[in-house]
């Protein structure tokens, strides 16, 4: 099956600070690998998608880029603000049932 | 607010009990996924279903069961607690199988003592 490896599991930057976060996946199939925003105990909420046949995708300070061949994807955030403190989730699906392999997740903190 | 409504939003339990979890999906959504996320395991697919019936299985125990209703609405059910079992239970809906984006629900805190 699938399997999502998400690094840094911690990030910790000051505020207007770039962060970026990279994930890998195993299987070549997953065409789908969308990005979850979770505050402490409420639901992991999409914030960007990015499918297969697209390199790279971008709204506002948040933008995602696919490397096909490596198998890798990362999420970058500019510009950071307190209120981008949260974990993010990274996760990669396939057509079929689009059953999503999620990262461990990476605890991002923006100091003011 | 997703649309995704789940109850109850906090339940406290002991190890050995049965306990049912809602869900309503967004409208209009006949897929619904749940998902168990504990902080040693992660965010983790337990199983979906569609439109009634179950279309796929993951990580979930055979102390767990699921359902979907006529009107759509989903339960999961989990029986002979154990402290393992405490954690975060998530659903969430999509349009249908073919629709990648998932939106989730507010999620049931499950505590098992």
Known sequence: GENVEQHPSTLSVQEGDSAVIKCTYSDSASNYFPWYKQELGKRPQLIIDIRSNVGEKKDQRIAVTLNKTAKHFSLHITETQPEDSAVYFCAASKGGSYIPTFGRGTSLIVHP | ?113
């Open chain 2, 1 to 113: 607010d997703s649309g995704v409504t789940q109850t109850p939003k906090h339940l406290i339990t002991a190890t050995g009990q049965r306990v049912t979890l809602r869900c309503s999906p967004r409208s209009g959504d006949l897929s619904v996924y749940w998902y168990q996320q504990s902080l040693d395991q992660g965010l983790q697919f337990l199983i979906q279903y569609y439109n009634g019936e179950e279309r796929a299985k993951g990580n979930i125990l055979e102390r767990f069961s699921a359902q979907q209703f006529p009107d759509l609405h989903s339960e999961l059910n989990l029986s002979s607690l154990e402290l393992g079992d405490s954690a975060l239970y998530f659903c969430a809906s999509s349009v249908d199988t073919r629709q990648e984006t998932q939106y989730f629900g507010p999620g049931t805190r499950l505590l098992v003592l």
